[in-house]
T-cell receptor, first 114, second 116 residues
Framework: GNSVTQMEGPVTLSEEAFLTINCTYT??????LFWYVQYPGEGLQLLLK?????DKGSNKGFEATYRKETTSFHLEKGSVQVSDSAVYFC?????????????FGEGTQLTVNP | GAGVSQSPSNKVTEKGKDVELRCDPI?????LYWYRQSLGQGLEFLIY????????KSGLPSDRFSAERTGGSVSTLTIQRTQQEDSAVYLC??????????????FGEGSWLTVV
């Protein structure tokens, strides 16, 4: 079956620090990969995605590269801001799964202090 | 509408009562999904609709949970005889053709359900 494993949180950083949130996956077939973000009190928003190997998704200074050889999709940002404080979810979508529904990791809580 | 719309945004109900949660997907999206997010837990898949039919109901936790979709658009998730463990955020999401690679699934703001 499909599964996503994220680094355990919570993660606490100071403003302007470098961020990495690790994500690895197991999938039957060739999935698309996503990072979603959930700000306090809000729903899930798509942050970035990649649909094939070596693709790099990027948005709002965040980046993640689809690494098929290591089955990974690590999220990075060079300089975090207080406004980046949120829960981050790594997810995969496989066409072989009914409805191509998303399979999520457990989420990583990020807190950025000024 | 511009995004996935859910109502109510917050619902407090007494144990044993029935509740209905509504989802209005993005116009033209044929696929619709319900997920549940409990406090401190991850995202749990409940049910998937393609058009008005539900080919995958495997995530519904018990027969107290049901859902329907009409006109290929609005969906209602019904929880009968609510229990305290049903307290969670219920998230609805929609997508264009799920068979097309890379299509994004868009989420609503969620319905926060508290059973007291």
């Amino acid at each position: 079956g499909n599964s996503v494993t994220q680094m355990e949180g919570p993660v606490t950083l100071s403003e302007e620090a470098f961020l990495t949130i690790n994500c690895t996956y197991t999938a039957t077939g060739y999935p698309s990969l996503f990072w979603y973000v959930q700000y306090p009190g809000e729903g899930l928003q798509l942050l970035l995605k990649a649909t094939k190997a070596d693709d790099k998704g990027s948005n709002k200074g965040f980046e993640a590269t689809y690494r098929k050889e290591t089955t990974s999709f690590h999220l990075e940002k060079g300089s975090v801001q207080v406004s980046d404080s949120a829960v981050y979810f790594c997810a995969l979508r496989a066409q072989e799964t009914s409805g191509s529904r998303l399979t999520f990791g457990e989420g990583t809580q990020l807190t950025v202090n000024p | 509408g511009a995004g996935v719309s859910q109502s109510p945004s917050n619902k407090v109900t007494e144990k044993g009562k029935d509740v209905e949660l509504r989802c209005d997907p993005i116009s033209g999206h044929t696929a619709l999904y319900w997920y549940r997010q409990s406090l401190g837990q991850g995202l749990e898949f409940l049910i998937y609709f393609q058009g008005n039919s539900a080919p995958d109901k495997s995530g519904l936790p018990s027969d107290r949970f049901s859902a329907e979709r009409t006109g290929g658009s609005v969906s209602t998730l019904t929880i009968q005889r609510t229990q305290q463990e049903d307290s969670a955020v219920y998230l609805c999401a929609s997508s264009l053709d799920p068979g097309a690679r890379g299509n994004t699934i868009y989420f609503g703001e969620g319905s926060w359900l508290t059973v007291v």
